[in-house]
Nanobody, 124 residues
Framework: QVQLVESGGGSVQAGGSLRLSCSISISGYSSPCLGWFRQPPGKEREGVAASNRGGGTKYADSVKGRFTISLDNAKNTLYLQMNSLQPEDTAMYYC??????????????????WGQGTQVTVSS
């Protein structure tokens, strides 16, 4: 059973920062991928950042150098630190879990569990 609860979204001006959190309750899955996706208005959902329990990470080109994904195993919480935010980062952000993940990826159909989403709005 997996439960995901996101928090930390909000409104910020361009150049600002936000940190998203996703409380993850996972039992029985030893090799999951943990990812952050976003869906801008009127667009497809896209992968932003993903990680596995071993510390491997993957980032979309558009966020490299600005966003950082991290996992606090003790707190069972996945974070997305977002710096230098731009209006094009405006979207609904979701955390997600792929229960068995050999290679970190951004294929939404392979992520089995999703959070409810948290809105991020960046104004110019």
């Amino acid at each position: 059973q997996v439960q995901l609860v996101e928090s930390g979204g909000g409104s910020v001006q361009a150049g600002g920062s936000l940190r998203l959190s996703c409380s993850i309750s996972i039992s029985g899955y030893s090799s999951p991928c943990l990812g952050w996706f976003r869906q801008p208005p009127g667009k497809e959902r896209e992968g932003v950042a993903a990680s596995n329990r071993g510390g491997g990470t993957k980032y979309a080109d558009s966020v490299k150098g600005r966003f950082t994904i991290s996992l606090d195993n003790a707190k069972n919480t996945l974070y997305l630190q977002m710096n230098s935010l731009q209006p094009e980062d405006t979207a609904m952000y979701y955390c997600a879990v792929d229960r068995f993940c050999a290679t970190i990826h951004f294929v939404p159909e392979k992520y089995n569990y999703w959070g409810q989403g948290t809105q991020v709005t960046v104004s110019s």
